[in-house]
């Protein structure tokens, strides 16, 4: 059984020092969910933005 994540919920995030940032879509995996990125960041913290009103590119 997966463990249960909590969301934090605010209108606003300010984050300094950040080295870039990645647009991408939230897939399907078994009974969950995953967004991938480049394994060079394996490791580190990342942070998952969800927009309300989600922009199309």
Known sequence: MG???LMTSVTELKIKNISGFYIREVTHFGTG????CPK???GKTVYLVILNN???R
């Open 54 to 56: 989600d922009p199309k």
């Open 3 to 5: 463990k249960i994540v």
């Open 40 to 42: 060079e960041h394996l």
């Open 33 to 36: 969910a995953k967004v991938s």
